[in-house]
């Protein structure tokens, strides 16, 4: 495509160059005026194709110049695009390991962190895969926090990571009290990923809705004053043994990628380290 105009372009200064050799040996007679009627036009017109010819090239040379220079520019953005979330991640994470640093200042336990590695996924999140294992100390049903509260418990256990069972595991129970009136239940898991407090209060202040749900410490598995759930509905079922109520966990399982494993058990009320009135 390229030698096509430049042989064009060679071509129409040949025969520009030609017609103006003829024109300064023609006449002054008749004969000059009659070449001078039959060349004028027609150098106009070649003048006319070559100036257009020069101004085609240079509007495509300007064009692909633009189109390079707006390629560029394109790539630089996607590349700051980039960056910026990169730079945003790191802030991020840097947020959440600080506060995952000032918990674990905070706990009169020995606690070891560990990063989340891989997630159960189904229908609803119930198990977390930690870098710590038997190696580091884990030993099964070590708890597992989060800044929020109370995450799950230790599974299993390998030589190198350990498989958590969340609270939402329909086969989790963890012993629960009413922060605000000190009524005692279980806090299970249900099959559509979600957390019920079973009690037995008939009487008095009971259950309302949004009384915050920690651990009670009965059991010898979790601390007590860990904070488990918020109430999101009552179940009153007449003259049933239990009555339910449906929590929201504290902690957002889907976004969890740092823990912290509680290496140390002891009977401590963790509650004013969550800023949780203590009963």
């Known amino acids: 495509m390229k030698g096509r105009k430049y042989v064009l372009l060679i071509s129409v200064l040949l025969v520009s160059l030609l017609l103006l050799t003829l024109q300064t040996r023609r006449g002054t007679g008749g004969a000059g005026e009659v070449i001078a009627w039959v060349t004028t036009p027609v150098q ?7 100036r257009s010819a020069f101004a085609l090239w240079a509007t495509y040379r300007e064009w692909k ?11 630089e953005a996607d590349r700051l695009r980039v960056e910026a979330l990169r730079v945003r991640e ?15 200042e905070r706990l009169p336990l020995d606690t070891l962190p560990a990063e989340v590695i891989a997630k159960d996924w189904g229908g609803w999140i119930r198990s977390l895969t930690v870098n710590r294992g038997r190696r580091s100390g884990i030993q099964r049903l070590t708890p597992v926090i989060a800044p929020d509260g109370l995450v799950g418990r230790v599974a299993i256990v390998r030589a190198d990571l350990a498989v958590v069972q969340l609270l939402n595991d329909p086969s989790s129970a963890v012993g629960g ?26 009487e008095g202040e009971g259950v309302e809705v949004g009384d915050l749900v920690v651990s009670s410490g009965l059991g010898g598995v979790f601390p007590k004053g860990l904070p488990v759930g918020q109430v999101a509905q009552v179940e009153v079922r007449g003259s049933a043994l239990f009555q339910f ?19 140390e058990r002891s009977g401590a009320d963790l509650s004013a380290h969550f800023g949780v009135p203590s009963g």
Do not use: C, D, W
Request: net charge positive; no cysteine.
């Open 90 to 104: 790191i802030r991020a994470e840097n947020l959440r390991l600080r506060q995952l640093l000032a918990l674990r």
């Open 65 to 75: 110049s633009l189109f390079a220079e707006n390629r560029a520019l394109r790539e």
């Open 44 to 50: 106009t017109v070649i003048s006319y194709v070559h």
């Open 245 to 263: 109520a449906r929590l929201v966990p504290v902690v957002n399982y889907a976004r969890v990628e740092e823990v912290l494993l509680l290496t």
């Open 177 to 202: 009290v009413v922060q605000r009136t000190r009524t005692v239940g279980m806090v299970e898991g249900e099959p559509g990923g979600g957390l019920r407090f079973k009690f037995l209060a008939r």
